[in-house]
């Protein structure tokens, strides 16, 4: 059996009880050693085989894995945050198929919840945002002409924005050109939770910026959004109903007399 594993967005006790017992078992683990913390291998017994797959090809990946079935051992395959936002398991799970090698998948905490976090927010507050738009710009990788930056910018949704801290300008100037206000308050989050964290407050004109001003090119995370105004205290927005006294749940009646 391969486990594909989400090793969280940084911090080593952010991976699941589930994640950690499985690396704690596995005879083989292969990480994303670019983006994956390393004091999470520390979890894995001293016999464990190590491979780093930011130096592999997915045949080579698909090799390790194929010798650890046939071999009878437990091999996990160890992936930055949740393994299901661009993680590029896909095709590793196809060859798997192709092979007839059972595979189960672990989730973990992406990044935008780790960044979140990091500064107290709430990316659905009523009144401001019911929505989380996760996306990226592109790069080596396409995105369709529908998932543009500038067409999801007309929402007005908080957005949480991957791989895309080296094009700020052009993040920026999609953005306002997608229908965003210039002064629509945004963040950069550089390597969520990890020890060496680095948080800036901005808005979505400024992000350039202090992206230059900070040297942030990689590993970092933009957020954007009115429902960013909480990390400065600014937030406006409305009280949620499901705790108001004359709200009715399955659990709890309205309060006699409540307004």
């Given at each position: 059996m391969i486990y594909f594993v989400g090793a969280g967005c940084g911090a080593e006790d952010l991976i699941t009880v589930r994640g950690m017992r499985l690396l704690e078992k596995a005879d083989v683990i292969i990480y994303a050693g670019s983006l994956v913390n390393p004091k999470l291998l520390e979890y894995a017994h001293k016999n464990c085989q190590i491979h780093n797959s930011a130096t592999m090809t997915l045949e080579e990946v698909i090799s390790v894995m194929k010798d650890a079935e046939e071999s009878g051992r437990n091999c996990i395959r160890l992936h930055t945050g949740d393994q299901s936002?661009?993680?590029?398991?896909?095709?590793?799970m196809d060859e798997l198929d192709r092979?007839?090698?059972?595979?189960?998948?672990?989730?973990?905490?992406?990044?935008c919840f780790g960044?979140?976090?990091?500064?107290?927010?709430?990316?659905?507050?009523?009144?401001?945002?019911?929505?989380?738009?996760?996306?990226?710009?592109e790069g080596k990788t396409s995105v369709?002409?529908?998932?543009?930056?500038?067409?999801?910018?007309?929402?007005?949704?908080s957005m949480a924005i991957y791989l895309s801290?080296?094009?700020?300008?052009?993040?920026?100037?999609?953005?306002?050109?997608?229908?965003?206000?210039?002064?629509?308050?945004?963040?950069i989050v550089y390597k969520a939770t990890w020890p060496d964290e680095k948080k800036y407050l901005c808005t979505i004109e400024t992000l350039a910026k202090v992206a230059a001003e900070h040297?942030?090119?990689k590993t970092a995370l933009i957020l954007v959004g009115d429902a960013i105004a909480q990390a400065n205290g600014k937030a406006d927005y409305q009280k949620s109903r499901l705790y108001a006294a004359d709200f009715e749940t399955e659990f709890r009646k309205p309060k006699a007399g409540a307004k």
């Open positions: 936002v661009y993680g590029a398991v896909r095709e590793q092979l007839g090698i059972k595979y189960e998948s672990v989730p973990g905490v992406s990044a960044a979140a976090a990091s500064l107290n927010l709430e990316y659905t507050l009523p009144g401001v945002s019911q929505s989380l738009i996760i996306t990226r710009m369709p002409e529908s998932e543009s930056i500038q067409s999801f910018a007309k929402h007005h949704a801290s080296g094009m700020t300008e052009q993040l920026s100037r999609r953005l306002i050109e997608g229908g965003y206000e210039p002064k629509t308050p945004a963040a040297k942030i090119t």
